[in-house]
């Protein structure tokens, strides 16, 4: 994806207010949800309605239902008809809705025809509620995706970027390190001490291997996809439950000598993989959804650094051994000087 395409697609998929407006004597609302990258399928039938914007052709599918709720209002009981007459029903149907459309883009705007859905590849879902009826149309991304933003599609940007975010309490430009993480390990602090240049490291949990890796930001989580240099959302940051830390007390110490070389040596640290960071503002973590692109701006399988308690103590290069990933040391762990 080029860089234009990645801004674009990071601001339309940000989390916003439902788009209000009505059609006939009922409310209508429009918000976007996400960004799909592999399309889902659907329990409701959905009809593919093919719309002129300008000199482009945009791909809307709309679950059929609704599509039945919109002609509903030129007349009560109105059926769905076949082709032609179909495009021809829900234009007219839409009709107030598209002429604030077309003033907002600046684009002329008709519906060519409507078919049964068989539209493949990456879509924005948006949930729109019209009175009592609820249901997620799909509008699909234009291809290719290495170039320029469509002119259609900008527009349609344009328009959804004034409608307002969602508002938060937190502070919101308090920055936030979101990390890519692609595997950990549990070691002993006298194996680590022990470890040189050339030595592999086999994670004990290494998602990368199944093409995913996890963005972590404090105790929140996402997993993510990797596509070239590019890390794509599969879900938002959530929290994720971690392991208890057990703690012994006493009213008294059971001994009052320091701990041993050999206590010390036993005691285990968890190394964590990265292969990126990125300082990201506490509120627009918030609004981060599935399909957000992170860029790398290196290959995801270069070199990736070894960070324990937060702190990066070496780098290593991923490796295979066998069937198994592993990551080689490029030197020393520091504190083994």
Not at 33 to 47: D, G, N, T
Not at 224 to 252: H, K, N, W
Not at 284 to 302: C, K, Q, S, T
Request: proline share 8%; hydrophobic share 40%.
């Amino acid at each position: 994806m080029s860089r234009d395409v990645v801004s674009w697609l990071n601001e339309i998929a940000a989390v916003r207010m439902p788009l209000p407006t009505r059609l006939g004597d009922r409310p209508l609302s429009v918000q976007m949800k996400r960004v799909v990258w592999q399309q889902e399928p659907s329990a409701i039938p959905m009809l593919d309605c093919f719309w002129g914007v300008g000199e482009e052709t945009m791909v809307l599918s709309l679950p059929r239902p609704l599509v039945e709720g919109l002609i509903s209002t030129l007349q009560s009981g109105l059926t769905l008809p076949s082709e032609p007459s179909c495009s021809l029903v829900l234009e007219s149907a839409l009709e107030p809705l598209l002429t604030g459309l077309e003033i907002r883009t600046q684009q002329n705007v008709q519906l060519i025809r409507v078919g049964q859905a068989t539209r493949p590849g990456p879509y924005l879902e948006f949930e729109i509620t019209y009175g009592a009826s609820k249901g997620k149309a799909r509008l699909f991304l234009f291809s290719p995706l290495d170039g320029p933003v469509p002119p259609a599609f900008r527009a349609l940007g344009e328009v959804l970027g004034q409608v307002p975010r969602q508002r938060s309490k937190l502070f919101t430009e308090l920055p936030i390190i979101v990390a890519a993480e692609i595997g950990s390990l549990r070691a002993t602090a006298a194996l680590l001490r022990e470890a040189r240049a050339g030595d592999a490291l086999l994670p004990d949990v290494i998602p990368f291997a199944r093409g995913q890796m996890f963005l972590t930001a404090g105790r929140l989580s996402a997993a993510a996809d990797f596509v070239s240099d590019r890390l794509i959302l599969r879900g938002p940051f959530r929290l994720q439950p971690y392991p208890l830390e057990c703690a012994y007390m006493t009213t008294q110490s059971e001994s009052q000598q320091p701990p041993s070389e050999a206590d010390l040596d036993d005691l285990e640290i968890t190394l964590v993989f990265e292969c990126g960071r990125w300082s990201i503002a506490l509120g627009a973590l918030r609004n981060i959804g599935e399909g957000h692109v992170f860029e790398l701006n290196r290959p995801v399988d270069g070199p990736v650094d070894i960070v324990a308690n937060g702190r990066r103590i070496g780098r290593g290069d991923i490796i295979r051994i066998g069937d198994e990933l592993g990551v080689r040391l490029r030197g020393r762990l520091a504190g083994n000087d």
